[in-house]
């Protein structure tokens, strides 16, 4: 007999289970934030800063390839970008932090949404190349001669903004103590927003479409419409951990532009696991204190594609997808209905 | 309800359909399209979905000309369609899918579909993981979501056995006459489509040889001679 009504040890883990997990959850998150202040030495927080702010972008990434089997290769042009145009917005058009963030934010969800109207429609390697393509551009036309009065070329930009954003001072978001409150609820916003996106009926489209689109149109939907929305937010998400990296850097280059930042973020979400919205955050955090770790010996690139081979073949469902794997395994012995599905 | 009007497709240099002219339609009439392979069956149903675009000729829906329309607005004023191949969406469960198309075209009467189609039992199940005659009921209760007035249905029987094909039909034939509707269903089982349907039509080598009722159809000699042979 398969399906029917939901059976009462169902009813009851559900009934228990999501106000427990609830206060959990909020309990990690003020753990979470508070307890490293103390805990842990600044150049530690510094690495999970970095490791926070590459696990937002491994969660746009993340975002598109589980709901719509989209890879996106240039998520860090986007972050960098955030960067660039937050640094010239100061510099340049003598704008106040507060305006030169929104502008940034602004000029950078355009650009997703033209980007997103052009390639969305293509297929998944076409879509992956193309990616790949704008985001090379990007980084590529920072080093311009021609733009060398806004971007410094190879040099990169120092960004010094006078006045305060949200009550904080330059000073404080240079601070990695001050900084991983910050980042941490950032981290947590975006986590809980790209799950509940996951949720909501526009994440049941998406991977309805990603699973049979032509039946998804002889059912009465735009398959066009979702896709680019889902490209659209994954772009202000990178923008949003763009943005908040130059605060706690005071520094953009065009390494934060290139194929490399994307690959690390892509690589953060394979090993967190794409199929959660914690698993990309954990899996950035894994990757930064592993780069600090190997990155001494110079072997950060042999151990990316060791993470590749390894998070790909071995354990495709990463470390959060496999813990939650085992952990309903090991609770359905004692559940004699096969648990909660 | 839909008027065919001198409808030519072409693959490459091939024509596939040339210049088919026929009238589908009126409630409750269950239309059966029979042929041989190669015959333009599937290719007649892709391009009245809206699924190929036709290479000449006119597609008329409701008095209103749809030839240039896209699917999802044929699926919006009523014309749904199954697949010769079960498309369904492997990984939600059969509820979920079914509710999210019932959404999508504003259909709150979703229970009748599921028990008309015996779904009851499956719905907490992802439709990938279902008996291969019951994902085809899926099929067919994705199309039937948002009472369509025009159900097109692409060898519903595929891979099932000639009984579960009948009792596919049965249920068809059933929810067609209940709601008032028109089918048109294209089949290689001879035996199902003259049993269940109440208009015929044989189509061979892209043109269409005969339409009729399914005694006519047996008694035409073209037909025999072209396609039935010793099974009529």
Redesign the interface.
């Given at each position: 007999?398969?399906?029917?009504a939901a059976s009462p040890v169902a009813v009851r883990y559900s009934a228990v289970g999501a106000p427990l997990a609830a206060l959990a959850a909020t309990a990690l998150f003020v753990v979470g934030a508070v307890a490293p202040i103390y805990a842990a030495s600044e150049f530690t927080l510094r690495i999970g800063n970095q490791g926070l702010l590459l696990g937002m972008l491994a969660l746009s990434v993340a975002f598109l390839m589980n709901q719509a089997g989209l890879v996106a290769l240039g998520a860090a042009s986007v972050y960098g970008g955030a960067g660039y145009l937050f640094a010239i917005g100061i510099n340049n058009w003598d704008l106040s932090a507060t305006q030169a963030l929104l502008a940034a934010f602004v000029i950078l969800v355009v650009y997703a949404a033209a980007l997103g109207a052009l390639i969305i429609r293509t297929n998944p390697l076409a879509f992956m190349m193309l990616t790949l393509a704008a985001g090379e551009m990007i980084s590529h036309s920072v080093m311009l001669e021609g733009l060398r009065d806004y971007t410094s070329g190879a040099d990169g930009l120092v960004v010094a903004f006078k006045g305060s954003i949200l009550g904080l001072q330059a000073a404080d978001f240079a601070n990695p103590v001050h900084f991983w409150p910050l980042a941490w609820t950032a981290t947590w916003i975006s986590g809980l927003t790209i799950r509940a996106v996951r949720r909501s009926?526009l994440g049941?489209?998406l991977?309805?479409v990603r699973?049979?689109e032509?039946?998804m149109?002889?059912?009465?939907?735009?398959t066009y419409a979702p896709r680019l929305m889902g490209f659209v937010l994954i772009n202000a998400v990178a923008a949003v951990a763009g943005l908040l990296h130059v605060l706690n850097a005071g520094f953009v280059s065009p390494d934060s532009l290139g194929l490399s930042l994307s690959t690390n973020a892509l690589v953060s979400a394979l090993i967190g696991g794409v199929a959660s919205a914690a698993g990309p955050i954990v899996g950035g955090l894994i990757f930064a204190f592993a780069q600090d770790e190997f990155g001494a010996y110079g072997v950060t690139q042999l151990l990316t594609g060791v993470a590749i081979v390894v998070f790909i073949v071995l354990f495709s469902k990463g470390v959060v997808g496999g813990l939650t794997s085992a952990a309903r395994h090991l609770r359905r012995p004692s559940d004699p209905k096969g648990g909660a599905? | 309800m839909l008027e065919i009007d001198r409808l030519c497709v072409n693959y490459g240099r091939v024509r596939a359909l040339d210049e088919v002219s026929l009238e589908i339609g009126g409630e409750g009439v269950l239309h059966g399209v029979i042929g041989p392979n190669g015959a333009g069956k599937s290719t007649l149903l892709d391009a009245v979905s809206g699924r190929r675009r036709p290479t000449q000729g006119a597609i008329r829906y409701c008095g209103q000309d749809i030839t240039g329309k896209s699917v999802a607005w044929r699926r919006h004023r009523g014309m749904a369609r199954s697949f010769q191949r079960t498309s369904i969406f492997p990984d939600l469960t059969v509820d979920e899918q079914l509710r999210l198309v019932a959404w999508r075209l504003g259909d709150d009467r979703l229970d009748e579909i599921i028990q008309a189609l015996d779904l009851t039992d499956y719905l907490r199940e992802p439709a990938g993981r279902i008996a291969y005659g019951v994902q085809r009921r899926v099929d067919v209760a994705l199309a039937l979501i948002g009472r369509p007035q025009l159900l097109l249905m692409d060898e519903p029987g595929a891979g099932l056995s000639a009984e579960e094909t009948l009792h596919l039909f049965q249920h068809v034939r059933a929810l067609v006459a209940e709601r008032r509707i028109a089918a048109v269903i294209v089949e290689h089982d001879v035996d199902a489509v003259f049993s269940c349907c109440d208009v015929v039509t044989v189509l061979d080598l892209g043109r269409r040889l005969a339409t009729g009722n399914p005694a006519e159809i047996r008694a035409d000699a073209r037909v025999v001679e072209a396609y039935l042979g010793s099974a009529a």
């Open positions: 007999m398969s399906g029917g009926r049941a489209v991977r309805a699973q049979n032509e039946r149109r002889f059912s009465g939907f735009d599905r | -």
